[in-house]
């Protein structure tokens, strides 16, 4: 999956062995900061009526104070954002294998993209490997 961010200077690669397996090499670090920083994911083609699975690594065990978690950005034909849909969202310190189902909210979202959030004022780390967005 490509991805992009709103916040370069917080949102880097990982390259010490806090991903998960089967290579725990490369992974997504998100340092927290009195700004908000994001992680956008590409644009995946949806159906409404469909299920999709998003599932994740995530390593919060230096997470100190704040929220992180998921959203799903949905987008009409014309890539024109539509919505933001919150999946879940943690403050606690754990390694997690996370699995969400998603489902489009309505016949006008052509595409969807994977959202990681780190709120403004977070203290501590994330990080993130092994993301899967696919049809149920």
Do not use: C
């Not at 294998?97 to 403004?120: E, K």
């Amino acid at each position: 999956m490509n991805w992009t961010t709103d916040n370069a200077a917080n949102v880097t690669l990982d390259t010490a062995g806090n991903g998960g397996a089967p290579t725990p090499t490369n992974s997504i670090k998100m340092n927290g900061n009195t700004r908000a920083a994001h992680l956008f994911g590409q644009n995946i083609p949806v159906a409404f009526g469909t299920s999709y699975d998003l599932k994740a690594y995530t390593n919060s065990m230096n997470l100190n104070a704040g929220e992180v978690g998921f959203y799903i950005d949905e987008y009409d034909t014309a890539g024109n954002w539509i919505s933001g849909k919150w999946i879940g969202g943690w403050t606690a310190k754990e390694i997690v294998n996370r699995a969400y189902v998603f489902t489009p909210t309505s016949g006008n979202v052509s595409t969807a993209a994977v959202q990681v959030y780190m709120l403004a004022g977070v203290s501590g780390i994330l990080f993130i490997d092994n993301v899967e967005f696919s049809v149920r």
